[in-house]
């Protein structure tokens, strides 16, 4: 049972008034009855959930952000490996000889997936799992399932999209100088993805990413109510 603080009122599923269980910080509920997800702000807003990578019985459906953004590029100068070194004399410098050039400006769709619980690997996880083709897979209808410690709210997730954008650009295998980027986001879902928890690391299915255990805030809890659910 959760309460929430201000009216210490229980949460209930706003569908069909189940009571929806989480983490005190969390602010992304999944209702185990009726299958709608709901995120809290001054009211329970719906949210749309799809299910990724389940796995076998000892997975765990960790929430995970999904936001489908354009990125626009207005200016992207990169360093040309073999100029490293500006020349020097009494002419103006010009970007190209300083070794810079611009490359790939321009405005491309682009989906981002990256943690909504919180952990200090958030980017970085972000930035990985950029390269991976996550695909929902068909829900089965009436099977239970328990979505704990989802805490990164909707506007957090639109500013963290931004950053794993820059960090995707900075990632790219060429000499990054500077990049000027704008994102706008056009939706953001809830991807609930299995991950299986190997020795010290939670490792998301399918995939060679894992996170570590003592990355992730609230770990124990969340692997804790997991286990109360299932047993
Ligand atoms: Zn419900």
């Known amino acids: 049972m959760r309460y929430d603080l201000s009216e210490l009122t229980l949460l209930r599923c706003a569908n069909c008034g189940s009571d929806l269980d989480g983490l005190s910080t969390d602010v992304i509920f999944y209702c ?3 299958g709608r997800c709901w995120i809290s702000g001054e ?5 749309s959930i799809e299910f990724v990578r389940l796995g076998g019985s000892d ?10 953004a354009s990125v626009t590029i207005r200016n992207r100068i990169i360093r040309q490996e073999s100029s490293m070194a500006a020349r020097s004399g009494f002419r103006e410098f010009t970007g190209s000889e300083r070794g810079l050039a611009e490359s790939d400006t321009g405005s491309r769709k ?3 997936v990256f943690p909504a619980f919180s952990t200090g690997l958030v980017l970085s996880t972000g930035v990985r799992m950029h390269v991976e083709n996550f695909l929902p897979e068909k829900t089965e209808h009436g099977k239970r399932f328990r979505i704990i410690g989802g805490s990164v709210g909707k506007d957090d997730a639109a500013l963290l999209a931004r950053a794993v954008a820059l960090g995707v650009e900075v990632n790219r295998s060429d000499f990054l100088a500077s990049v000027d980027l704008e994102i706008e986001v ?6 609930a993805i299995g991950c299986t928890p190997e020795k010290q690391v939670l490792k998301i ?3 060679e990413i894992g996170i570590l255990f003592a990355a992730i805030n609230d770990f124990d809890e969340i692997l804790k109510q997991n286990k109360d659910f299932s047993d």
Request: neutral net charge; aromatic residues 14%.
């Open 110 to 112: 682009v989906r981002f």
């Open 59 to 68: 997975s765990i459906l960790m929430p995970f952000w999904k936001v489908d």
């Open 32 to 34: 185990s009855e009726c």
């Open 186 to 191: 056009h939706s953001a879902g809830i991807y």
């Open 205 to 207: 299915n399918g995939s």
């Open 43 to 47: 009211q329970l807003t719906p949210i």
